[in-house]
């Protein structure tokens, strides 16, 4: 299947810093990759839908000014964390549809795991 | 607004079968998926359902129905490794976007 790589796994940073995360789409062209946030035992909350190309598109609740997502290229997708919090540590997975999948089948990336001291 | 709604905890003994329900009211549908998760990893897909009815694939069965908004995951002969969360998630929008369910924590015992 579809390989959606993510960099770095594990990032822990002093408050108030910024972190960029990077999604790689290894074998396939992504035109759009989406971005999650997940806290300790809870599910999956979708955070904004990057397009290559073009600004993003963010959820409802979402700071975009905060989280600021670049899709520069057909296989790269980054998330920035700017000004980083406490509150702001979690589980950041961003996924990609596989090109030519019909049953919209999303390949998630391994997940990077914040931590703000 | 989007809404789907999972059991938080189920246990069940390794052997048996168990069935998790997951429910939704969302604004669009093009399918639905189960995606299992395991700790501290990415999701990984088990199943997908656009038409109502029953989809198998080995020990794991997912059921569709659309005008009831309603789905579930079925999982035979249960085994150790099964213990995971286990995430509904319904495809919506022009994107098709992925929004996930609140997700059931599945404990086997042996």
């Known amino acids: 299947g579809a390989v959606v790589s993510q960099h770095p796994s594990w990032v822990i940073c002093k408050s108030g810093t910024s972190v960029k995360i990077e999604c790689r789409s290894l074998d396939f062209q992504a035109t759009t990759m989406f971005w999650y946030r997940q806290f300790p035992k809870q599910s999956l909350m979708l955070m904004a839908t990057s397009n290559e190309g073009s600004k993003a598109t963010y959820e409802q609740g979402v700071e975009k000014d905060k989280f600021l997502i670049n899709h520069a290229s057909l296989t790269l997708s980054t998330l920035t964390v700017t000004s980083a919090h406490p509150e702001d540590s979690s589980f950041y997975i961003c996924s990609a549809r596989g090109a030519g999948a019909n049953t919209g089948e999303l390949f998630f990336g391994e997940g990077s795991r914040l931590t703000v001291l | ?110």
């Open chain 2, 1 to 110: 607004g989007q809404n789907i709604d999972q059991p938080t905890e189920m246990t069940a003994t390794e052997g048996a079968i168990v069935q998790i329900n997951c429910t939704y009211q969302t604004s669009g549908f093009n399918g639905l998926f189960w995606y299992q998760q395991h700790a501290g990893e990415a999701p990984t897909f088990l199943s997908y359902n656009v038409l109502d009815g029953l989809e198998e694939k080995g020990r794991f069965s997912s059921f569709l129905s659309r005008s009831k908004g309603y789905s579930y995951l079925l999982l035979k002969e249960l085994q150790m490794k099964d213990s995971a969360s286990y995430l509904c998630a319904v495809s919506v929008g022009g994107f098709q976007k992925l929004v996930f369910g609140t997700g059931t924590r599945l404990l086997v015992s042996p």
